[in-house]
């Protein structure tokens, strides 16, 4: 289902605010601060925050993942420790999709040990996810130049941020699948074929500048979907239509023109945007 990521194009607001913004564009869903749904839970109960999502006629998409997985340890376990509330406030409303990016190389860590590194940190977060029903997705990194200058080099592929997710071994570990990854990472859509329902998290869709060779695109230098065509939008979205993929997707195109946009228009053009591709995928109104 269409889901809006108001970070992604610079939207702020209340989440009731944010809510009548996606659904007047048309979105289906809603991506939502795990922080903000929790204190709503506390403070006014889960019924009164599925309430607002079913009032809305929206699904809740993903969440991004609140802990400091990246600090020292001590900041890292006190962070921790705070997850399990952020995951039983979501499970209770539904959302049980958390997200997180992993960077595709390392100025300390060689491959081998990073990997092991990325293990033992990511176990005890999936632990706690896992015993709240919520399942994490991993992002992979694409773009060479993201890694081009850095003294270690790590993991940039589907394949390999699924091994990791394998080798963590809870069970609740997949995708955050970003077709400007797949697609600056040399990926194919035969690739996506070999993909379950149960690998996929979450998902984020965009274009790329055009006229720019494929080993020098910038991270944050993006396109809205369908925008320039560069990427096989179609492809990608048919692809995970046949595999079974029935969760979120979400624009992120980081446009300062989209930022630029009153929050109601932003809204509007980041789904006008996604809906192009979404019909030529020939997708209706559910993928």
Same mark, same amino acid.
């Given at each position: 289902?269409?889901?809006?990521?108001?970070?992604?194009?610079?939207?702020?607001?209340?989440?009731?605010?944010?809510?009548?913004?996606?659904?007047?564009?048309?979105?289906?869903?809603?991506?939502?601060?795990?922080?903000?749904?929790?204190?709503?839970?506390?403070?006014?109960?889960?019924?009164?925050?599925?309430?607002?999502?079913?009032?809305?006629?929206?699904?809740?998409?993903?969440?991004?993942?609140?802990?400091?997985?990246?600090?020292?340890?001590?900041?890292?376990?006190?962070?921790?420790s705070k997850l399990s509330e952020y995951a039983?406030?979501?499970?209770?409303?539904?959302?049980?999709?958390?997200?997180?990016?992993?960077?595709?190389?390392?100025?300390?860590?060689?491959?081998?040990?990073?990997?092991?590194?990325?293990?033992?940190?990511?176990?005890?977060?999936?632990?706690?996810?896992?015993?709240?029903?919520?399942?994490?997705?991993?992002?992979?990194?694409?773009?060479?130049?993201?890694?081009? $200058?850095? /003294?270690? +080099?790590?993991?940039? !592929?589907?394949?390999?941020?699924?091994?990791?997710?394998?080798?963590? @071994? %809870? &069970?609740?570990?997949?995708?955050?699948?970003?077709?400007?990854?797949?697609?600056?990472?040399?990926?194919?859509?035969?690739?996506?074929?070999?993909?379950?329902?149960?690998?996929?998290?979450?998902?984020?869709?965009? $274009?790329? /500048?055009? +006229?720019?060779?494929? !080993?020098?695109?910038?991270?944050?230098?993006?396109?809205?979907?369908? @925008? %320039? &065509?560069?990427?096989?939008?179609?492809?990608?979205?048919?692809?995970?239509?046949?595999?079974?993929?029935?969760?979120?997707?979400?624009?992120?195109?980081?446009?300062?023109?989209?930022?630029?946009?009153?929050?109601?228009?932003?809204?509007?053009?980041?789904?006008?945007a996604l809906n192009q591709g979404w019909t030529?995928?020939?997708l209706g109104e559910e993928v």
């Amino acid at each position: 289902f269409k889901s809006l990521t108001p970070g992604a194009i610079g939207v702020k607001g209340s989440l009731e605010e944010i809510l009548g913004y996606a659904k007047t564009a048309g979105f289906q869903g809603l991506d939502v601060n795990i922080q903000e749904i929790t204190s709503l839970v506390n403070e006014k109960g889960a019924d009164h925050v599925k309430d607002m999502f079913s009032d809305a006629n929206m699904q809740i998409g993903a969440w991004g993942l609140p802990v400091n997985w990246r600090g020292e340890n001590d900041e890292f376990m006190e962070s921790l420790s705070k997850l399990s509330e952020y995951a039983a406030a979501g499970a209770a409303v539904g959302a049980t999709r958390v997200a997180q990016w992993v960077p595709a190389a390392s100025d300390e860590l060689n491959f081998r040990d990073n990997f092991q590194w990325h293990v033992d940190r990511f176990k005890p977060i999936a632990e706690v996810l896992a015993e709240h029903g919520c399942r994490l997705g991993l992002e992979f990194i694409g773009p060479r130049t993201m890694r081009v $200058d850095k /003294p270690y +080099g790590f993991i940039h !592929s589907m394949d390999g941020m699924l091994a990791l997710g394998y080798a963590v @071994e %809870t &069970g609740n570990m997949g995708l955050l699948l970003d077709c400007w990854h797949w697609y600056t990472g040399l990926g194919t859509v035969s690739d996506l074929m070999g993909l379950t329902n149960d690998d996929i998290v979450h998902v984020h869709v965009n $274009d790329a /500048p055009d +006229g720019v060779d494929i !080993s020098e695109h910038i991270d944050n230098q993006r396109a809205l979907p369908s @925008e %320039t &065509g560069v990427i096989d939008l179609v492809g990608f979205l048919k692809a995970l239509s046949e595999v079974g993929y029935d969760g979120p997707v979400s624009p992120e195109p980081f446009s300062q023109e989209v930022r630029a946009m009153p929050a109601e228009e932003a809204v509007r053009t980041t789904y006008e945007a996604l809906n192009q591709g979404w019909t030529a995928a020939g997708l209706g109104e559910e993928v």
